[in-house]
């Protein structure tokens, strides 16, 4: 991301921030970060994360509603949070609003067209239509870069537990079978638009 559009000295916006993990990250460079989250428990543990960090603000909110004024954002992320493509529309208008001329937003998904995370993963949302997905995106205007991501686990029950978190019951379990050691490969697509 940052061989695109770096994030010193900007203004940075991490859309559905969790726990805030990432923010301390951009901190670092940025001149400002904004974790913006929808569940109320998650964005309180989000800023207890920040509180030493002056040039950090944790906000309770929905990316279809950004609390930010229009064009006031360098650079926006959001990671596994528009899996779906369709239906993202009220989000990514807003995100039009708040991006400044000059800058950039990212979007880091699972890609469900390559590896058995992808496979697990349209197994237990047959729905899901990849290629409606990226037909969305391209139609957006957004660029596309896969990812070759790995978890990587130190016991062999957390690598189970996170598959019985991801899947159905019935595909986790396959999944846990065709999943030997320690490690699961992870594919994702870095998702990017200049504005």
Known sequence: MSAIRPWRDAVVLDIGCGTG???PVYARTA????????????????????AGLGNVT??????????????SIDVAVARWAYFFGPGCEPGLRELNRVMR??????????????????RWFSATVPTYSARVVEDFWARQGWERQPLDLRMVFERRADLEAVLRIEFTREVAERAIAEA????IAYPNVLRWKLF
């Not at 001329?101 to 590896?115: E, H, K, N, P, S």
């Not at 030997?180 to 490690?183: A, I």
């Open 180 to 183: 030997p050691g320690l490690e």
């Open 58 to 71: 944790v906000r309770t909110a929905t990316a279809q509603d950004l609390p930010l004024p229009d064009a």
């Open 101 to 118: 001329r000059g800058g950039a937003a990212y979007v880091i998904d699972l890609d469900a067209t390559r590896g058995a995370f992808g």
């Open 31 to 50: 001149a400002r970060v904004i974790g913006v989250e929808p569940h109320g428990d998650l964005a309180a543990l989000a800023a207890r994360r920040c």
């Open 21 to 23: 993990f990432h923010l």
